[in-house]
């Protein structure tokens, strides 16, 4: 049965009431298929790119946003375990995520714990696959290791010092003065970001840091592999002080990447890597099952309450302009998250 699926659609670089919300039918399922009523979306920097038309990969406008989310299964197409139907899933999507329904691959979705609030756990899909991937896959720190997280009041931020935390690994985290609170309520030692981050690093870690995560880019990533200690490593996975800057979006990108590799030439006994969430998908089946297993290990810890979500807003979908807005603002601690439902109050 055909569903009358409400979508945000970016129809080009457009400020954020530029959304436009509209409407579209979505077919039954094809083989290998599943329909999703979508109940939480997220609101992530891609994003925020994305409407600048600064993400590095994009589609051609106009087009759906949404880089993931949580919803029950509603529909199953042919040759899809039956036993699907009615679960609640998450998934990875890069678009299309800004929808009421949406048809994916059965294979692409993720099961989510019973008992985790859909918002909750929408929060831990892009940002615990990330933050999960970044510390135990790519720079593997260790227990009583310490690391430095450059925005650790934001989406990914927040859950990297979590995870962290959880595995015994100390955290210097830099946020706004306004977030500090905020910060070291998750375990981490906040500095202001404002401030001399490199002494400020220093005088808690003289000796440099084991890792450093890095979603800035721009000069200070030379600060941030500066601060690593003998054998650490530097995780770059953004260029968020280059996205208001005119010229072609993939620049700013390549030449980071640039320098990480000729960091990585040199002989400082020191490491950088960019991370790129869907590096590895040319074995899909690899990549599904890294994702799965990542995504999977995220959830059984929040479910367990050793990870706390954190939501800042619960916006409604129809109100996405509003949500961008506000996850666009620099005031907020988390991620905002659209959800179904009308208007609510602002």
Do not use: C
């Amino acid at each position: 049965m055909n569903i009358q699926a409400t979508q945000i659609l970016l129809p080009g670089p457009v400020d954020p009431m530029g959304l436009q919300v509209t409407h579209r039918e979505l077919p039954a399922p094809a083989d290998g298929g599943a329909m999703i009523a979508i109940e939480a979306s997220g609101v992530s920097f891609a994003e925020q790119q994305m409407r600048r038309a600064k993400y590095y990969d994009q589609p051609p406008f106009p087009f759906v946003p949404g880089y993931d989310l949580v919803g029950t299964v509603t529909a199953i197409g042919p040759g899809v375990d039956p036993a699907l139907l009615g679960r609640r899933v998450a998934a990875l999507t890069k678009i299309g995520g800004w929808s009421s329904h949406i048809v994916l691959a059965a294979a692409d979705l993720v099961p989510v714990p019973d008992g985790l609030d859909p918002a909750a756990a929408e929060t831990f899909v892009v940002n615990g696959i990330t933050a999960w991937q970044m510390l135990h896959r790519i720079a593997k720190v260790r227990a009583g290791q310490t690391i430095l997280v450059h925005g650790a009041n934001g989406g990914v931020g927040s859950t990297l010092v979590q995870l962290a935390r959880h595995a015994g690994i100390r955290v210097i985290g830099t946020a706004s003065a306004r977030h500090a609170e905020a910060v070291v309520a998750l375990g981490a030692e906040a500095i202001d970001y404002r401030g001399d981050v490199v002494a400020q690093v220093r005088a808690l870690a003289p000796g440099g840091v084991d890792a450093v995560f890095d979603h800035v880019g721009g000069p200070g990533i030379v600060d941030s592999f500066r601060l690593l200690a003998p054998h650490g490593t530097l995780v770059s996975y953004g260029t968020a002080s280059t996205k208001d800057d005119p010229g072609n979006s993939r620049l700013p990108v390549l030449a980071l990447v640039g320098r990480l590799i000729w960091w990585n030439l040199l002989p400082n006994k020191r490491n950088a890597h960019f991370f790129n969430i869907w590096a590895g998908q040319r074995n899909r089946t690899r990549f599904r099952a890294a994702i799965a297993a990542d995504l999977g290990a995220v959830f059984e810890l929040a479910a367990a309450g050793s990870l706390r979500a954190q939501v800042a807003a619960r916006i409604p979908l129809i109100e996405a302009a509003r949500a961008m807005e506000l996850a666009e603002s620099g005031t907020v601690t988390g991620k905002v998250v659209l959800v179904p439902g009308n208007s609510l109050p602002h």
